[in-house]
């Protein structure tokens, strides 16, 4: 059984930059991509960032150019990158595994941006 654990929410101003990181734990295996989505209060939860396994990243075009994500298959984990945060990005974050067994998604990380 694969776990998630995210870290790295907090509070920060607008303009500021926070990380976000995602360790796999479990039977790691046949993993196609791994993915953050966020939910904001009253929407529904949104893909904000995806990366294939052997394959280029790719964003909502709300965050592109201002998030990154990356994951170091070695350690199993996966990070977001986010700079120049506004307080619209404000939600809580998921991180996602899609696999060939299933699908997993981590407790989720608030973010909180002020203005």
């Known amino acids: 059984q694969v776990q998630l654990v995210e870290s790295g929410g907090g509070l920060v101003q607008a303009g500021g930059s926070l990380r976000l990181s995602c360790a796999a734990s479990g039977s790691i295996f046949s993993i196609n991509a791994m993915r953050w989505y966020r939910q904001a209060p009253g929407k529904q939860r949104e893909l904000v960032a995806n990366?294939?396994?052997?394959?280029?990243?790719d964003y909502a075009g709300s965050v592109k150019g201002r998030f990154t994500i990356s994951r170091d298959n070695a350690k199993n984990t996966v990070y977001l990158q986010m700079n120049s945060l506004q307080p619209e990005d404000t939600a809580v974050y998921y991180c996602?595994?899609?696999?060939?067994?299933?699908?997993?998604w981590g407790q989720g990380t608030q973010v909180t941006v002020s203005s």
């Open positions: 996602n595994v899609v696999a060939n067994w299933g699908t997993v």
């Open positions: 990366i294939p396994s052997g394959g280029s990243p």
